[in-house]
Each structure stands twice: as C-alpha cells, then as structure tokens.
C-alpha cells in the first residue's frame, strides 16, 4: 500500500470526551472516528487491524472444527419470548417494531437464534457435536456508553455455540475451545491470563475469562505466580484462614471516636492496624407474595475485617441470601442499630439481626466495632465473651494480595486486566426453555447441551492498545497492526536514489507477502516519523540521500530508542529476520 | 474441507412462500434459513458463496484505489435530518429510539455518514479525488419482502462513495468505477449487462446498472445486438419515427363495440391490427398552496399506440408534468369525457383537457379510439380533418423489440435481467445539504462532486442461480461457488483403495489451494450425487472400487449430461485443465 492511496488521518489533541488511552489513541491514529455516543465509524486504519483479529480468529475456529454461519442483526422478539429475555433483558436489549408492528430486537449475542437453528437442523446424536459461530454487529444499549471500542453500543463479537449430546462431551467441546482459544490469543501476541470466572446460576467450574494484562484494566486478576491458578477477583476463593482464635486480653469498653466513621480512621485514630477493626454491612432480603408485592423483609449483618472488601458474588451464595439481596435503607439501619451508618456493629441492638461472620473475623480476639451511637466505637471485643460465638461463618471476601493460593502452591497476587474473551458451559438451560431436543442414542428426545464462547473483536484492538504504548502512540504487535512495516523515504519527490532504494524494497517486501506502507506523502521526516509512532506500525524502514551516500538505512522497532544503522544490502534479510520470515 | 466436519443440510421440498427458483433452490440446498418475513440465517453453505462474492469485490476495490471502512448499522437521526431523509423516507427505513429517546435509523444507505466523514476529514482539494466504501449489513423494511435473498429486509451490500473536485473529475471516477464493476462482474463468471440507466432529478448519463441476465429478471433490459447500447426499459429512448403520416382513406365513423374496452379487445372484433388503435391514458396533476393543500387540478389525456405501453419516466419529463402526476380519478374522468374508462378518446369532450400525443400517434392516419360513450369507439380518426393537429407531440412510451437502436446500429432486442450492482453519479446533491466543502484550489470552499457504487453481495448469489440452474439443482460458476470441487469416494468405509486414492487427491488439490470438498458421510451414491447436484458444486470426481480396479475414476462438471473416465493418475492434470491452473 502507498500511503498517497491509503487514508492517514492524525490528530495531535484527542477528543475531550476521551478518558482511557487507548480511546485517545485510537482517535488520534485515526483508527475510529466517532458517530454518537458509543458508535464508531472504523476508519481505513482501524479497519485493517480489525481485520486481522477477524482472519486470525476466523482460522483457528475453523482449525477448531466449528462452522460459520451468520445470524441477523435484526432478530423476530417470538424467540426472545420463548426464553423470556425479550422481558428480562433490560433496556440495554434495543427493542425496534417494524412497519407492521411487530417487534423485533437487535442481537446483543445470539443464543436464541442459534438454539433455534440447532432445534430444526441437528435431529440427531449423530450430527453432534457441532459448533456454529458467527463474527457480527452487536448492540447493546448502555446506559453510559464510553472508553471508544472499549464499552461501546455497537461493536463486533465472535460467538460461537456448541452443541453436544451429553454433559462429558459438552466438557470436550469446551476444552475444545478453551485450547483454540489459547492459539487465538497467543498468535495476537499479547499478554493475556485465562482466569475462572464465575458461572452464575449454572455452577460448576466451566467458565472461564480471557484477560488482556493492562494496569488501567476494569477487572482485577488473582493468580499463583507459582502455579497455573488464575481467577477473576469475583470468583478466587479464600482459603479459610489457618491460624487460630488468640484469647481475649483487653476488657470491652466503648471509646469516643467523634467523625471517624470509616475503619481506617478508627485504626488511625486509635494507633492500631487496620487489621484489628470490623466493619459492618447491613443488607437486607424481601419476602414478596404472588403479586409480587413485599410482604415481609429481614435484615442482615455481615462483618468484615477492616482491611477486607466484601465479594457480592459470595455473600449471594450465603444461606437465605442467595435469592436476591439488597443494601438496607436508612430506616432499617436506625430501626434496627439506633444509629446511623458509621458507627454500626453487633452489640446492643435494638431488633435482633442475621448475623453472618466472615472467616477472618471468626478468629479475631480483641476486636474494634461501631458501638451503634454516633461518635462512639467499641474495643476489645471478644466472640463468646461479650457476644455469643458466631453460627454462621463464610467467606464473604475478595482475596488479597499474600493470601496463599486455593492450590496451595504460593501466594496470590493481583493484577488488572481486560476482559476481551470468555468460554461458558451453557448446559441446557437454553435448550430447555426452547424445547431444543434431538434424538439420543436411545431413541428419545433429549437436550441439547450447550456452550458459549465469544470474543470482541473490536474491543481487542482497545485492549492491545492498553497493555502496548508509550507517550508517542501506539505499539502493535505484528499479528495485529495495521501495517507491519513502514518505509520513510525522505525526500522522496528530489532524490531518484531515495525514490529508487524504497521502491526496490517495497516492491521486494510486498513479494514476500509482507504488510508494508511506503510514505510517499512527501511530508517533513519529523511529521512523518510522529505520524508512524502514534500508529504504532512495529517496524520502520527510513531511507535517506545522506544514508544511502554511505550504503546504510536506518531500521528502528517500535519498542527501540534508537534506531540502527543497517547496509542498503542487508536490510531485506534484516527486516526477514525480525519477521521471522 | 471433509463433509463430516461441515454443515451440509438438503431438503427435497422447498417452503411453500418460495416463488422463485433461486429461493426454492437456495432453501433446498440448505444455503439459507428463514428467520423472518426477509430475514434469513446465512448457513455455512450460503456464507462461504457470500464471502467469495466479498472477497471478489473488497480485492477489485482495493485495486481501483478505493479505501475500506465500516459505518454503523445503528446511526443517529441528527444526519438523516440534515438531508430530510429522515422525514421523507416511507416506513422502508427502520427507524428505532434508544433508551434514551434519542431517535436513530438502521442504515439502508450510508450518504449521510460518509458525507460527514468527507466533511471532516476531506478538507483540502489535494485529498481529493477518495473513494471510500463498506461491506456492510443493511435494512430495509420492504412492505411484502419475499423471493428469499433477492428482495429480502436484512441484506449485505458493498456501498463506495467518491468525492472529487469537479464534475470533470468526479466523471473520471466513475469511469473508473465503472471499469472496476466489469471487472467484478467478469471474475464472477456470469452473464450481465451494464445498461443505461434513468438518474432521476439529477440528470445526465452518469447512471448505469449492472444486470445479471436472467429470463425471471424482474427488469427489462434494452440492447442492440450489432452494438454497445443496452439499458434499462425506463430509461430506452425511442427513435423518433422515420415514416410521415399517410393520408387520410377513410371517413370518419362510430361503431359499436359492446364490452370492447381494451385495444385488442376492439382490434379483434374490428378485424384490424392493434397497431391502427389508439389508447387514451388519464391523469392528473394537483396545484398545492403553501400549506400543501390542493388549491386546483388538471386532466391531461395521453394517446398511445394501442401497441404500445406508457414509460412513467418519460412521461414524468414533459412540461407540466415533470412535477409530480396521479392517474385521474373515475369522477374526474366523467366530468371531462362524460364515459367510463374504456371508450375513451379525445373526441367529444366535456370540458378541456391537456393532450399529450406520442410520437408515433402523430404520425398516424384512419385510427381507432374511443367514442367517449359506453360500448362505441370511432374509426378512421384523423388528425387536422377531424380533430387539430396536436401540438405536444412527445416520446411516451416504452421501446418494443424491433425498434431501432437510439445508436442506428441495428434493431433492439429485449431480454430481462437482475440488478445487482448501479454506479451513480450524485453531484453535489448530498454535499450541498449537509454543507459539506473541501477547500478548492483558489483558496475558496466547494461542494464535493459525488458518486454512489453499489452491488448488492447477497443478492448476487441469488441472480447467479436465477441465470444458472436445471432442474436438478444449482450451477456455480466456479469462482463463486461454496466449494470448487467434490470429491464422491463411493463406499469408502470399506474399501481401503477408495480411501487412499479419494485422501491422495484431496490433498493433492488442497495443496494446489483449490477449495475442495471431500464426501466423508457415507452416504449412498444416489443421495450424496443429489445432494451436490442440488448444492451445484460445478467439478465432481467419483471414485469407486470397480473404477480403481480398471484404473479410472469419474469426472462430471455440473453442465455435463454425462461422467467422463478418466485415468486414475491422470485425474488431478485432468481437473487442473478444467480449473485453469
């Protein structure tokens, strides 16, 4: 490609809307160019990246043994209903009705569809298993739509679905996809961790998320550096703690604490670890009648230690909260403590409570509570002594870093990540609610189980972008990037030797299949250069009257300081050997 | 690809909505899946058609200079208000509100969008000329979808844009569009026609569509054998008539014809040819006040050789009533002719009416036409004896076979055809309601000068089998078909030497990158022959232990009566004659 041909668009500013890098970057590379609120044009540039993650993905799918196909992006709402999400969903499913009424969705993923197909086309155990994927538009309405391709409204995924005859054969077919997965993400070139994830309702542990390793990720990663253990922070367990209860040595007194409503200013103001405070959550459960209306609530207490953050997931997973919980109102907190929220903890309540004691705090002696008055905190609080032993004990707690691992093989450590693919065992709830059956070996219908796999494929570029920069742009790995490499001749249009030397390269690079841009805009070498830093283009290639008048070109990485002084001659085997050609 | 690994889903009887042969066909084969009403799964059969159709047109693009981008399929209202078609489009363009009400369109089209983008990005004449297009899914809310892909609601289209600085050089890109589509429509290995077609308000020749000839073709296309000249029925011009008028031989007289109200209906009874009738055709225009409320009507009545059919695009173009015509009302007839339609004519009138005469009824003699009384037409009608000399004289009709050519190289013929491709040339149309400018070379802004390319990548597939097809199935033309070649090893579970040879040959042919397919299934021959008949795969290869045993194998193209033997070890030379490598 010459660039004259091509479409090269910069910008020095980012737009101000832009908060993450690679949103600012991706729109001063001109990879996207912004439409309305989470919808992107993707420009010659980003384009051509995007591609790339569609023909790598594309291939190993097929290498995998799924199928292709292609489902509508307007999609009848009849089979939404059938599963009951036309419903459920919320309005982040964009609902449309055509000229006649009837109504319709734009597919945010395609499970129905596809269950759909899979009830008509796969009739018995013979056609199976059969994985059926698509790479295509998605919307999804959110609420704050932002970070560019990051959490946009409409974006490209890769779904595929697996259908296999029985729960052993759908584990292949997960594992199946799990090892393409694997292939996918290390051909981009990118350093990525699959970590267990949570599978909500449908248990087990067949779920697991592929993370792109970038400090600004969204989602925080537990891993054994000395093992394979690897989890989303939701999902890590905590082991239970090892040690043993101390005995109590302090008496209980209540102690003034005057605006210190938070543990670490109780910890500070007192001169002890934080590890010595408990903090209390109030949460509360409704009992609703047929009409759905609220008949009856309780509340609950949970304690933590004042260095530990509660896990939602695994607080829903306690006895009699696993149905659905909520934070209490301030009325239920006063009804129940006399006081407000800061100063909270188990002792002298007005109306008795669900009591629900994290691990950690089981083992505590000694302890630091809100006393339930305002200004006011307890200490030297001991299980057994000035309250009775807790009976319900769980683990409410996201791991932390130094936590020893689930495996028993280290400690945890935490880092962040992006979430850009995810494979899940579906089992049958799909194929149940759609009476999707097919003939089993035994002659009798049965249910297809099932497995979902997806990746975003415009949201890799955003996350490649984040685990790969520096001030000047963009770096792409070379599986990925839009070009691989870039000649800058300088001075193009006034020098037949400068104009000569890149020719013969480009047109010898282009004859070994490689990806390259020759810059014949003519530009100044300093707008030119900054051009292709921003860009990220991972090799470059400047060819100069000066250089050439000594039989040298300058060949400098993206990922280089300096560049390197390589014989006229050499740098095609040069160039070879950094593609690994 | 082997079989078992595919998708491959044939059916003996097509759904009762199919109309057409290539919907019948394209069901049957298992290409497509009906989702909706015009929405269709595209199944791995169908996709891989589809992407050889994309990928045929992205590398010519790619050649003609054009960029590719990707624009929403979601877009926001706020453009499509900036050129009105917000408004003025019918209940085609879907239109759907976010969750936010904020009004926002499925694309059918992406003027708006791409004219923003050139307005932003196109700033200086040196950018200029550019050529972007899309790949891209596209709605349109089509009142009676129907005929599968070919006229469906959700379809795949390659939509390109061109900006230039003047009309000189918007007409080289679309000269250079235009070489670019015959290049496409060549490798796709059909027989189309590129034909003049009507530009609408815009005016000029710079609109041509691409037909795939096909004898179900919904248009008719115009050509001259002995020369270039083709285009679409709307658009032919009819050569003005080379005879004079002959004198008037006979009186004038009225005749009953009781239930005669169609020409040929009166031509048969009368004993003459239809071309001595006349016909009378009425409509009317309507005079709007500021309010658009109609303030004043006028009749105009038509004459046409009886012969002959009305061409609405032609008529739209003569003076007053290039602003817009309706067929005239049965009241408004009656007030004016004082009969019912069917024994109309310009004799007798009630009141005045506007008259229109075609050109080869101005040049008439002892004619026919109504009476404007129920049951009688006149004979022996001439002009400037019995009625004046008309004086708009006008090409209202559509060309017949045997016309001349507009050309005077020969006779036209007419056959049909599919559209599935049109170049276009806008003007400024777009760019002057979105005030979209670039700064031109005398330092002052301008419009863009644009042009709109489209080919229709689903439909394609469909006009391909409408040309192609026998009665037991599909016939690819080899560069678009789902696979090249279909290697059938008859009982191959158990014969080892059926195994060896069908595995020797397919991976052979893989190796020369040809897109084959081996028939792993076991099927009985007869079932698998039906199956890749009706798919239409256009190079088959069965290989059968008797074959082996006298050292052959058997080679069919699709278009074959009859199985050719050919030497086992000389199969693969034989099928790269055939595939041209």
New interface residues.
């Given amino acids: 490609m010459k660039a004259s041909?091509?479409?090269i668009?910069t910008f020095k500013e980012a737009p101000a809307d832009a908060e993450v890098v690679s949103h600012k970057l991706m729109m001063r590379a001109g990879l996207i160019?912004r439409?309305?609120a989470g919808?992107?044009?993707?420009?010659?540039m980003g384009?051509r990246v995007?591609r790339k993650v569609e023909a790598i993905v594309r291939e190993e799918m097929n290498r995998a043994?799924a199928?292709?196909?292609?489902?509508?992006?307007?999609?009848?709402a009849e089979l939404w209903q059938e599963t009951g999400r036309f419903e459920k969903m919320g309005?982040?499913l964009?609902r449309?009705q055509?000229?006649h009424g009837r109504d319709?969705v734009?597919q945010p993923t395609s499970e129905e569809?596809v269950t759909?197909?899979a009830r008509?086309?796969l009739r018995s155990h013979k056609q199976l298993p059969?994985n059926?994927y698509q790479i295509q538009?998605k919307?999804r309405?959110e609420?704050r739509p932002r970070f560019g391709l990051m959490r946009g409204?409409?974006f490209t995924m890769k779904d595929a679905y697996s259908f296999d005859k029985s729960r052993d054969a759908a584990q292949v077919s997960y594992q199946n996809m799990r090892q393409a997965y694997q292939q996918i993400f290390d051909r981009f070139g990118l350093r990525y961790r699959a970590v267990r994830a949570d599978s909500g309702a449908i248990g087990g542990d067949l779920s697991e998320e592929f993370q792109v390793i970038a400090a600004t990720g969204e989602d925080a990663i537990v891993y054994c550096p000395d093992s394979d253990y690897a989890a989303n922070l939701e999902k890590a367990e905590a082991l239970a703690p090892t040690g043993t209860r101390p005995a109590a040595s302090l008496p209980m007194s209540q102690v003034a604490t005057p605006g210190k409503s938070t543990c670490p200013d109780v910890a500070e103001l007192l001169g002890v670890p934080l590890s010595t405070t408990v903090k209390s959550l109030v949460l509360a459960t409704d009992e609703l009648d047929d009409k759905g209306i609220v008949v009856k609530s309780q509340v609950w207490l949970l304690l933590l230690r004042g260095d530990h953050d509660m896990n939602e997931i695994k607080v829903g997973k306690v006895p009699g909260l696993d149905a659905g919980f909520r934070f209490a109102t301030q009325a239920e907190i006063e009804s129940h403590f006399g006081c407000k929220p800061g100063y909270l903890g188990p002792l002298n309540l007005l109306q008795p409570v669900n009591l629900v004691v994290d691990r950690d705090v089981a083992i505590m002696a000694d302890w630091i509570c809100g006393a339930n008055a305002e200004g006011f905190h307890m200490i030297g609080v001991n299980w057994g002594r000035d309250l009775p032993e807790p009976s319900v004990v769980a683990d409410l707690r996201n791991v932390v870093a130094g936590d020893l691992s689930p495996d028993g093989k280290g400690q945890l450590a935490i880092e962040r990540g992006i979430e850009v693919g995810h494979v899940f065992y579906l089992g049958d709830k799909y194929s149940k609610a759609m009476n999707a059956t097919f003939l089993a070996e035994n002659g009798k219908p049965a249910f297809f189980e099932m497995g979902c796999y997806g990746i975003g494929i415009t949201r890799l570029p955003a996350a490649a972008i984040e685990q790969n920069h520096d001030e000047r742009g963009i770096i792409w790995p070379d599986a990925i990037a839009p070009f691989t490499v870039v000649l800058c001749p300088i001075g193009m249009a006034r020098s037949e030797a400068v104009q000569a030397s890149a020719s013969a390269l480009y047109d010898a690079l282009l004859a070994l299949g490689v990806d390259v841009i020759l810059d014949d805009r003519d530009e100044r070498l300093g707008a030119m250069l900054a051009d292709w830093e921003l860009i990220g283009v991972p090799h470059r290639v400047v060819i100069s009257d000066r250089g050439l008048k000594e039989g040298t070109v300058e060949y400098q990485h993206r990922r280089d300081t300096e560049a390197t002084k390589v014989a006229q001659d050499g740098i095609l085997a040069h160039l070879k050997g950094r593609l690994g050609l």
Same sequence: chains 1, 2.
């Fill in positions: 041909q091509f479409f668009s160019k439409l309305g919808i992107y044009n993707y420009m010659p384009l995007i043994g199928v292709e196909i292609t489902m509508p992006v307007v999609q009848p309005p982040e964009l449309i055509d000229r319709f734009i569809v759909d197909i008509q086309e059969k059926l538009t919307f309405d609420r409204r409409e």
